[in-house]
């Protein structure tokens, strides 16, 4: 009886647990939908259709994920309008939503003015680079063994500018570039720098976390 009451308590609570949704479609462009959900412990979902049946996962520090919650705390959970009402071109129509159990608040909007609004929706389309150039760099890696050193220089260029999220989720894929004499020495090369640099943030860390 009482494993069953912990399993009830702990369903309970995973229902319960609050969540950020956000989706943008945006007709012609470069996936003209994504959806982006953010669970408090960091557990991030990303899919570019609404019927992916494998979305990709990737894992938000706490901190991340918290700065993103606390944003929304800002925005009271989307119970207000956001949108500027100023007459800018279409941008993509954005959805903010906060889920909590049984409470949801939900808002559109192509433009905002609103500071914690840009701070939210800059993170999303932080996720939202990330994960392209996570899905170019996977098609590359599989089919375009030439191509690969362009996208790791895209690549590159977002981890240099600070726009990577989740930058760990790479690892496996340059560690099999690095690995594999069949691909260009110079995206080898690359492929190893990134994953240096990536790893070396990560080590400082888990050292700190030990002191």
Do not use: C
């Not at 669970?39 to 899919?47: D, F, H, K, L, P």
């Not at 609404?50 to 979305?55: L, Q, R």
């Not at 409470?103 to 003015?113: A, C, P, T, V």
């Amino acid at each position: 009886m009482k494993i069953v009451v912990m399993l009830l308590a702990f369903s309970l609570s995973a229902v319960s647990a609050p969540r950020l949704f956000y989706s943008k479609f945006f007709k012609g462009s470069v996936p003209e939908y994504v959806a982006i959900a953010v669970e408090q412990n960091g557990q991030t979902t990303y899919q570019e259709a609404k019927d992916d049946e494998n979305p990709i996962q990737i894992q938000l520090t706490r901190p991340e994920a918290q700065e993103m919650f606390d944003l929304a705390d800002k925005l009271d959970h989307f119970q207000r309008p956001i949108e500027s009402g100023l007459k800018v071109a279409s941008m993509g129509v954005k959805t903010f939503r906060f889920e909590n159990g049984t409470e949801k608040h939900e808002i559109q909007f192509n433009y905002s003015l609103d500071p914690a609004a840009q701070a939210l929706w800059e993170w999303f389309e932080r996720i939202t680079e990330s994960e392209a150039h996570f899905v170019n760099l996977e098609r590359a890696v599989r089919y375009d063994k030439l191509g690969v050193n362009d996208v790791l220089l895209q690549l590159q260029i977002s981890y240099e500018r600070k726009r990577l999220v989740a930058p760990e989720q790479f690892l496996p894929l340059l560690d099999r570039v690095v690995k594999n004499d069949t691909y260009m020495h110079i995206a080898r090369e690359r492929a190893a720098g990134m994953a240096e640099s990536i790893r070396k943030p990560a080590a400082t860390a888990q050292e700190k976390t030990q002191q």
